[in-house]
């Protein structure tokens, strides 16, 4: 069972931290050390150096402000961490652009955008989220920039599709057959957001991006 993996990690842990040494001093360790320095040993003897106590009074003062400066920067971390999952948030409801390509059919309509570095003319293949080929959509010549790339939902069949995400491949070629650059990405509705193995995730429909991917939020 699970509960049993977790116990026995958590043993193996506590066991490994027992038996490995320290390859540092805490703060307490070394408060200790220093006291049983002084009661072994007269600094103010002779042959023996008073500065050295000194600079250990020193050293001990830099370990202790190093180490209320890591608390406090460890308490700024967790405030910022907060606030920035908090105005993550607001994207809800907001439309994004997002760098990637793709079709997230609904009610019988799907868009993405497509940029090109120099007209061309475009074919689009729309596939399922298993691979297989559901149609290809001529678009014929398409100019230089940003056009709007639309879906029906339908099959080469004609046969309208459940909603849902779908894989897109775009091929451009120039006049004389020669691929042309091209950039595509997905304007979007922000559903939810999820945080999790450190990243922050956003979800529109069945479709899951991280935030990363986004190139532009509107209202």
Avoid: C, H
């Avoid at 050295?52 to 001990?60: D, E, I, K, P, R």
């Avoid at 689009?124 to 639309?150: F, I, Q, W």
């Amino acid at each position: 069972m699970e509960t049993g993996m977790i116990s026995a990690t958590k043993t193996a842990t506590a066991a490994t931290s027992a038996t490995t040494p320290k390859n540092a001093l805490d703060k307490d360790a070394f408060l200790k050390l220093f006291v049983a320095q002084l009661k072994n040993q007269d600094p103010t003897s002779a042959g023996q150096d008073p500065n050295q106590m000194v600079q250990q009074l020193t050293s001990y003062s830099s370990l202790e402000q190093a180490q209320q400066t890591n608390t406090l920067l460890q308490g700024l971390q967790a405030q910022t961490s907060g606030l920035f999952q908090a105005q993550t948030a607001s994207l809800v409801g907001k439309s994004v652009k997002v760098d990637g390509a793709g079709f997230n059919l609904a009610s019988g309509k799907a868009a993405m955008n497509l940029e090109l570095a120099a007209a061309a003319t475009v074919t689009v293949t729309v596939k399922d989220a298993n691979g297989k080929v559901v149609t290809v959509m001529p678009k014929g010549l398409l100019g230089r920039g940003v056009n709007a790339l639309s879906w029906d939902g339908r099959d080469g069949s004609g046969n309208l599709m459940p909603d849902g995400a779908y894989k897109v491949e775009v091929t451009a070629t120039d006049s004389t057959g020669k691929a042309v650059a091209l950039k595509t990405n997905l304007t979007l509705k922000v559903d939810s957001v999820t945080f999790k193995d450190g990243g922050i995730y956003l979800t529109s429909g069945n479709t899951m991006f991280s935030l990363a991917d986004v190139l532009e939020i509107a209202a």
